[in-house]
C-alpha cells in the first residue's frame, strides 16, 4: 500500500530504502530506548557485514528488529556486481508482532522479501535452525533476565540443542544468545553480532562457555568500539565474529583482536559513527588476516598504506590489531576484551585496564536498570489508569 501511494513520485533507485532509513534512524535517536529495540545504526551493521561478507547463502537474523541487518546484506551484494534477490535468502525472527510488520516494510522498501516469523527465540525455533545457516546477524537485547531458564531444558533435563554453550549459572542471556548464533550456522556458516562488553570478561559458569567456545576454533574476530556509537546505550561495545570453517584452517588457534576505540567521525556530541573508508579499513585488516585480497572503493588505500606498508602483509599494529594464540587467550583467563591484547600505540598512554572496564560494567549495569525503571514505570501507570 505504501509503494502505491508513492508510485506517482516515479522516484528511481533506492530512494525509498534511503527514505525509510533515514525516519527510522531519526526515531531511534529521538526515542531512544524504544527506539534502540528495533534499530541497529547503520555503519555498525556496515561494518558486521564487511567482515562477514554475505556473499551468498542462507542469512538468519533470529532478534532482526526492523530488517536493517538484511537490507545491508543486500547492498553488500549489489555492490559486487550480483544480484541479491538470487544470491541470499533471508530469514527472521521478531517477538514483537508490529516490529516484524515494520522488518517486511522495510524488505518491501528495498525490494526484497524474506520469512520473518513472530516468536520468541529463546522458546520458540519456528526456522529449525540448528546447523541450517551459510550467515548469522544480530543486536540482541543485553544482559536480559527475564528468561524462564527452566522452558530451555526438556523433560529429561537435556538443554535445547540451539544452546550450544549450555545455560548459565546466572540470570544473563548474553551466553544463550552466543550459543545460539554458533549452534545456527553450518560447517562453513559465519556470525556477526553486536554485546555487551561485559560479556568478553565475565567470570563463572559464563567464562566456562567462553573457553568452550574459544577452545572450539571457530572464534574469528573480535572488535572494541567506541562510546556512543549507539542511540541505546552510551557505552561501547563489542563485536565478535565466529567462523566455522576457521575452526578446521591454520588459523584455528588464532583469534584476531582489532581496538577501534580510536576510529570515528564525530556525528553530533552524543553520537558518532563509521564512515565509509573507516568500515572499509576494519574490513580490510580481517581481509589482509584471512589472506584475502584488500578493497579499496571507498577510500581506504592511504590508509592501509600508511598503516600496514606497500607490501600490504597482515602485521600486528600496536593500538589497533594484535592475533592472539588460544594460548595467550587462556593466560588472560579466557577473556575476549582486545584491550588486554592489543595495547597502545607509541607515544600514547596506557590507561587503567582494569579500573576501566569495572567502570564500563558499573555504568552498563546502571543504564540495564534505568531501562527496567522506565519499562515499570509505564507499567504501573497503565495499572493505575485501570484502577482509576
Known amino acids: 500500500d505504501l509503494l502505491r501511494l508513492l508510485e506517482p513520485l516515479k522516484i528511481e533507485g533506492d530512494a525509498y530504502g534511503l527514505i525509510f532509513e533515514y525516519f527510522m534512524g531519526e526515531f531511534a535517536s529521538a526515542f531512544m530506548q524504544k527506539g534502540g529495540e528495533y534499530f541497529t545504526p547503520n555503519s555498525i551493521v556496515k561494518l558486521i557485514v564487511e567482515v562477514i561478507e554475505p556473499y551468498h547463502g542462507k542469512i538468519l537474523d533470529p532478534a532482526c528488529g526492523s530488517g536493517g541487518m538484511f537490507v545491508h546484506s543486500a547492498e553488500f551484494v549489489k555492490r559486487h556486481h550480483k544480484d541479491p534477490t538470487r544470491e541470499i535468502a533471508v530469514y527472521g525472527v521478531e517477538k514483537m508482532e508490529d516490529t516484524q510488520k515494520l522488518c517486511r516494510l522495510n524488505l518491501a522498501v528495498h525490494g526484497l522479501s524474506g520469512d520473518v516469523r513472530v516468536a520468541n527465540v529463546y522458546y520458540e525455533d519456528p526456522h529449525q535452525m540448528v546447523g541450517k545457516f551459510d550467515f548469522v546477524m ?197 577473556s575476549l576484551n582486545p584491550g588486554r591484547y592489543v595495547g597502545v600505540a607509541a607515544g600514547e598512554q596506557p590507561d587503567d585496564e582494569d579500573f576501566r572496564l569495572r567502570l564500563e560494567a558499573l555504568q552498563e549495569e546502571l543504564e540495564g536498570l534505568n531501562a527496567e525503571a522506565a519499562r515499570l514505570q509505564t507499567v504501573i501507570a497503565q495499572n493505575v489508569a485501570k484502577v482509576l
Request: proline share 3%; with cysteine; charged share 25%.
Open 138 to 334: 544480530a543486536n540482541p537485547p543485553f544482559n536480559q533476565s527475564e528468561v524462564d531458564r527452566d522452558r530451555l531444558v526438556n523433560e529429561a533435563g537435556k538443554v535445547d540443542a540451539r544452546f550450544s554453550l549450555g545455560v548459565p549459572s546466572v540470570n544473563n542471556a548474553n551466553y544463550l544468545w552466543i550459543g545460539l548464533f554458533a549452534a545456527a550456522l553450518n560447517d562453513h556458516g559465519r556470525a556477526g553480532f553486536v554485546m555487551a562488553n561485559s560479556a568478553s570478561d565475565a567470570g563463572g559458569s559464563e567464562r566456562e562457555m567462553r573457553r568452550k567456545l574459544v577452545e572450539s576454533g571457530i572464534v574469528d574476530v573480535i572488535v572494541a568500539t567506541s562510546p556512543n556509537m549507539f542511540f541505546t546505550v552510551t557505552l561501547p561495545v563489542t563485536l565478535w565474529f565466529l567462523d566455522k570453517a576457521k575452526a578446521k584452517g591454520e588459523r584455528a588457534d588464532e583469534v584476531l583482536f582489532i581496538d577501534a576505540r580510536h576510529i570515528f567521525r564525530q556525528v553530533t556530541r552524543a553520537h558518532r559513527d563509521y564512515t565509509a573508508d573507516q568500515i572499509e579499513f576494519l574490513g580490510n585488516i580481517v581481509r589482509l588476516w584471512r589472506g584475502e585480497e584488500e578493497e579499496v572503493e571507498q577510500g581506504s588505500a592511504a590508509l592501509m598504506t600508511a598503516t600496514f606498508g606497500e607490501d600490504g602483509a597482515y602485521r600486528d599494529v600496536p593500538g589497533l590489531c594484535k592475533v592472539a594464540t588460544r594460548a595467550e587467550i587462556a593466560a588472560q583467563d579466557w
